[in-house]
């Protein structure tokens, strides 16, 4: 059974640092893309990053460029979020998802991934 848990949410101060877990358990993370998604209140669930099956990544927001960074862990079959710097902007609740193919597109789109975490909630607050 396919299952993905995330992790490593919290309340941190603007400029301050996370990093979101994201625990999959009946598949390996390695065969799959692995894409984080985020869904702030009233706004709609958006792409943040993927990582392939090669170990590729793309981000998807040009506010998180530079301040995300997407990694696998294969021997915990894990995927990581660090995320510097944050803003409160970047409150949201973050989600983990396992795509359907190996690759990320050039565009996150939800119909591409097929599993879905619980999601954490991470809120960037003074």
């Known amino acids: 059974q396919v299952q993905l848990v995330e992790s490593g949410g919290g309340l941190v101060q603007p400029g301050e640092s996370l990093r979101l877990s994201c625990s999959a358990s009946?598949?390996?993370?390695?065969?799959?893309?692995i894409g984080w998604f985020r869904q702030a209140p009233g706004k709609e669930r958006e792409g943040v990053s993927c990582?392939?099956?090669?170990?590729?990544?793309?981000h998807y927001d040009d506010s998180v460029k530079g301040r995300l960074t997407i990694s696998r862990d294969n021997a915990k079959n894990t995927v990581y979020l660090q995320m510097n710097h944050l803003k409160p902007e970047d409150t949201a609740v973050y989600y983990c998802?396992?795509?359907?193919?190996?690759?990320?597109?050039?565009?996150?789109?939800?119909?591409?991934?097929?599993?879905w975490g619980q999601g954490t909630q991470v809120t960037v607050s003074s």
């Open positions: 998802a396992k795509g359907k193919y190996p690759v990320c597109f050039a565009s996150q789109d939800n119909t591409d991934y097929d599993s």
């Open positions: 009946g598949f390996n993370v390695d065969y799959y893309a």
């Open positions: 990582i392939s099956r090669s170990g590729g990544s793309l």
